[in-house]
């Protein structure tokens, strides 16, 4: 079945970076858009950044945008998100989600379970 | 852009129903076909549950429906079950491969 693990969260000072992955398995990587979503605590789920299965078109929330890059490596059935000039409100567990579709359909059909992100001094 | 509007709870007894509204707008409900909605129990993947508004994903019970009205969305809970207490939440295709989500709604099965 389709499996989602992210790795790499942790605790980091204001305006370091940290990258987190997505290892992926049980489906055919390469044909999925892909998505990361975070909730900071206590609060909802919030959409970051999606990129399609070609690795070629990326888009973010304008909070992030400029600071985090999204890439693939299809060739390892991995995601992953590059965070830059971190903030203490990004703090939050970081979830990468699957596509339902090669693109972006709007649909998150599987999840992982999440790796938390504490930025902090 | 803001997030959905949801009620931040609802509750019910088992065997009864509840809905969960969803307010968008017309650059996110309003203008696409494409909302889904999530179960979520703490400290566990989100469930995709609905999509296109009002399907159900292979396995999702029929007991979860969905329905929209203009740029509000609604999903429903019939025959409550203990196992539905989590968090809700609505998501809209919002453009340009975006999408946007509600700020969700904790569901107590009392």
């Known amino acids: 079945q389709v499996q989602l693990v992210e790795s790499g969260g942790g605790v980091v000072q204001p305006g370091r970076s940290l990258r987190l992955s997505c290892v992926a398995s049980g489906f055919s990587f390469s044909n999925y858009g892909m998505h990361w979503v975070r909730q900071a605590p206590g609060k909802g789920l919030e959409w970051v950044a999606v990129?399609?299965?070609?690795?070629?078109?990326?888009y973010f929330i304008d909070s992030v945008e400029g600071r985090f890059t999204i890439s693939r490596d299809n060739a390892k059935h991995t995601l992953f998100l590059q965070m830059d000039s971190l903030r203490v409100d990004d703090t939050a567990v970081y979830y990468c989600?699957?596509?339902?579709?090669?693109?972006?359909?709007?649909?998150?059909?599987?999840w992982g379970q999440g790796s938390l992100v504490t930025v902090s001094s | 852009q803001s997030a959905l509007t949801q009620p931040a709870s609802v509750s019910g007894s088992p065997g009864q129903s509840i809905t969960i509204s969803c307010d968008g707008t017309?650059?996110?409900?309003?203008?696409?076909?494409?909302v889904s909605w999530y179960q979520h129990h703490p400290g566990r993947a989100p469930k995709f549950i609905i999509y296109?508004?009002?399907k159900r994903p292979s396995g999702v019970s029929d007991r979860f429906s969905g329905s929209r009205s203009g740029t509000t969305a609604s999903l429903t809970i019939s025959d409550l079950q203990a196992e539905d207490e989590a968090h809700y939440y609505c998501?809209?295709?919002?453009?340009?491969?975006?999408?946007?989500f509600g700020g969700g709604t904790k569901l107590t099965v009392l």
């Open positions: 989600a699957r596509d339902s579709d090669v693109g972006a359909s709007g649909y998150l059909d599987n």
């Open positions: 296109e508004v009002n």
């Open positions: 017309s650059s996110d409900i309003g203008s696409y076909n494409i």
């Open positions: 990129i399609w299965y070609d690795g070629i078109t990326k």
């Open positions: 998501c809209s295709y919002a453009g340009t491969s975006t999408v946007i």
